[in-house]
């Protein structure tokens, strides 16, 4: 049974190997090319990462070094890269070289497109928002803050401590006292709020005539 059963697999497999095995021959050399374009095009892909990498560490040297003018070039041709990484970094530095100038406008209009790309990832676009925000602020009408910023003053949000300043600002400017101070409040027990923000937030909220320090209780569990 088991010598039948061997004859009839070789026959089986030879039955295979006449008819398809030009398609088979075909199929493994199909594999392998494209297997070595792939290897090929993630070399080529490092390599232009590498050298995308280089021109970008380079633009923020001539920056650092009030070199705007040098940096101008490069910053372009990263803007435009298909690296969204490379592509968003070099916008905000865009961005920031015009508020430098004090290019308001400019600068807004640039994070107002990084804001607005989705192929940014989320916490960078607001970032970019917020960003905007505090460039255009003083000829923004407080609700428009607010409403621009409410899905990112919260506390699930990296950046709810600049967010939510920004936001508590706009609510004491339309007179709502209570929420700004609540808000402050907020901002002040948010542990991952940087430390300068929320000293100033507890400040406010004292100001405002909310009682934001902790009690021991709140410091050990905070610790």
């Known amino acids: 049974m088991r010598e039948v059963d061997e004859e009839l697999r070789k026959d089986q497999a030879l039955h295979v190997w006449q008819n398809y095995g030009r398609w088979i ?18 070399s080529h892909s490092d390599a232009r990462r590498g050298e995308e990498g280089e021109k970008l560490k380079a633009a923020v040297k001539a920056l650092n070094e009030s070199k705007a003018q040098e940096a101008d070039a490069p910053l372009k ?35 107002a497109a990084i804001a607005a790309d989705t192929g940014v990832p989320q916490e960078f676009r607001d970032l970019a928002l917020i960003r905007q925000t505090a460039a255009e602020y003083d000829s923004l009408k407080p609700d428009q803050v607010i409403a621009r910023l409410g899905a990112v003053a919260v506390k699930d949000s990296p950046w709810f401590g600049s967010a939510g300043e920004m936001v508590a600002i706009a609510q004491m400017r339309m007179g709502k006292r209570a929420e700004a101070g609540k808000l402050y409040a907020e901002i002040s ?32 569990k905070a610790k």
């Open 189 to 220: 027990k948010t542990n991952g709020v940087p430390q300068p923000i929320r000293t100033r937030a507890l400040q406010m909220a004292g100001v405002l005539g909310v009682d934001a320090v902790p009690n021991d209780g709140e410091d050990k």
């Open 25 to 42: 021959i075909g199929a493994v050399i199909a594999g392998l090319i494209a297997f070595g374009g792939w290897l090929y095009w993630q």
């Open 77 to 111: 041709e990263l803007a435009a890269s298909s690296s969204t990484g490379f592509s968003a970094a070099a916008r905000f530095a865009q961005a920031d070289t015009l508020l430098a100038k004090n290019d308001l406008k400019g600068g807004a209009a640039i994070l």
